[in-house]
Structures are given as C-alpha cells and as structure tokens.
C-alpha cells in the first residue's frame, strides 16, 4: 500500500501542515485498520481515499483520521489528497470529495495552488467561558461557536503578538469545547502579506496543536471578512511550521487556496 506524506498550506517542505495521503481500492470493513495506520503516521490527519463509479455526485470517497479519533472535517488532509491524485496522475480537473460533511471539491490551478471549496461555519457569538483565560493564557476579547462541523471555540484576542507568544495549558483547554479553541487576532502589519493569525489547539483528538487547519479557517473567514469589510482574506497560522490560508468568504460556501509539497513517497509494508 503506497503512502505519501505532503505538507500542505505552504510551497516549501518542512513548513504547512503535514498529512498523510492513502489511496485504496475499497475502505477496509474494520475502521480500526485505519485508525492504526493514522496512528503509525502519528501527524494531524491522515486521508484516506478510494475512486467512487463514474455517474456519481462524487468521484472520490475521502476520510480523515487524527491518532485517536475520526473527524468530520479537514482542509489541510483533503489539499493534500487533492496534490496526490493531480501530482500522480490519478486525476484531472476539479475532483469531487465524498465526505461526512457533504461533497467537497478541490480544483486545482495553473500555479499550482488548489482552491478548496468547503461549507462556511456557522459562527455564533457565545459567552465567554469561565477558566479559558486561564487556561488559554490569554483574556479573550469575544468568543464563538463555530457549529457542529468545526466543533471549536473561536476567540478573538488583543493583538498579534498575544496570539504568537501564547503557552497554552492544553489539558485545561479540553473542557471548553468539543475540538478545541481557535485563538485569532487582526494582523499588525496587512502589508505582510496577511490581514489575521491563528493558532489553533486540538487536545480532544489528540493534537496539542495543529500546524495549519483549513476547516478554522472556514470559521475565520466569516468573522474577519465581517469586521476588515472584505470577502477576500489571507490568514497566516503563526505555529512554529506556520502557513498561509488564502479565504474567500461565498455566503454559505467559503473557498480555501493554498498549495502543497509531496515530502515523502513510500510504501505501508504492515
């Protein structure tokens, strides 16, 4: 079984977020295969695919899975299944995903970035929770749920440099919401090449923090296109590999671009 390791939302190796990439003929009867092989690759997500029959809503059935846990939605594994099958040969053209949160499409570009097309979280503003600054280490501004897809707390926070220099205690963090917390802030200079930073941390399926996450991101795109008056956004994910999210807020749909990098082609010998 052929196994990949790309790094996605960046254009460098070493940097993005990396995720497994499995493409199969059938998923196996026993979900516990793939879970033990997600927690042999042991990074955020690994994909797992296989080729839908032509005539279908989807050309591909696409799942992700964390170390521990099975999640509903992932943006940085579904760029990077999207790389592979381009990058491969396996498919052309816009790819359509079968997934639990619906049909998903990735349409690939000249430049070689891919534009995710992924449901917009529905936000909803939320008191904010007793004991998360203390355990964020940070006192939030405002805070949001993002829905049942996403699953997170978003919290807006004062400034850039909050957000950078944060030290979460992630043990704490796992009571207060069902994934984990999105802690966000307006960018401090736009002329860098972004307009807001993330961090987002995961310790309910067993990432402390995640390097780069599209699915935030579809969460982030409706709070900040609100307040900076613009549907077209770039996000920067300012963790130690950090990567950049290109966002553009579509109403009930909100594309994602970036780009990938295959760093590792193997073989699944077990």
Known sequence: MRIRIVDAF???????????????????????????????????????????PEGGDADWALRWFTPTTEVAMCGHATLAAAHVLHTTGAH?????????????????????????DFPTAPITAVEIPDGVAEALGAEPLTAFDTGPNIGDLLLELADEKTVVGLAPDHKALAAHSERGIIATARAEDPTRG????????????GIDEDPVTG???TALAPYWSERLGS???????????SGLVRTELRGGRTLLTGRAVTVIDGELLA
């Open 10 to 52: 960046t254009d460098r190796p070493f940097a993005g977020n990396p995720a497994g990439v499995l493409l199969l003929d059938a998923f196996p009867a026993d979900d516990d295969r793939l879970q033990k092989v997600a927690m042999e690759v042991n990074h955020a997500e690994t994909a797992f695919a296989h080729r839908l």
């Open 92 to 116: 052309e053209g816009p790819v359509r995903f079968a997934t639990r949160s619906g049909v998903l499409i990735a349409t690939p570009a000249e430049d070689g970035s891919i534009t995710l």
């Open 194 to 205: 972004y307009d807001f930073v993330s961090r987002c941390f995961f310790p309910n399926v």
């Open 215 to 217: 699915s935030a991101h």
């Open 231 to 241: 549907a077209v956004l770039t996000g920067l994910q300012a963790s130690p590999r």
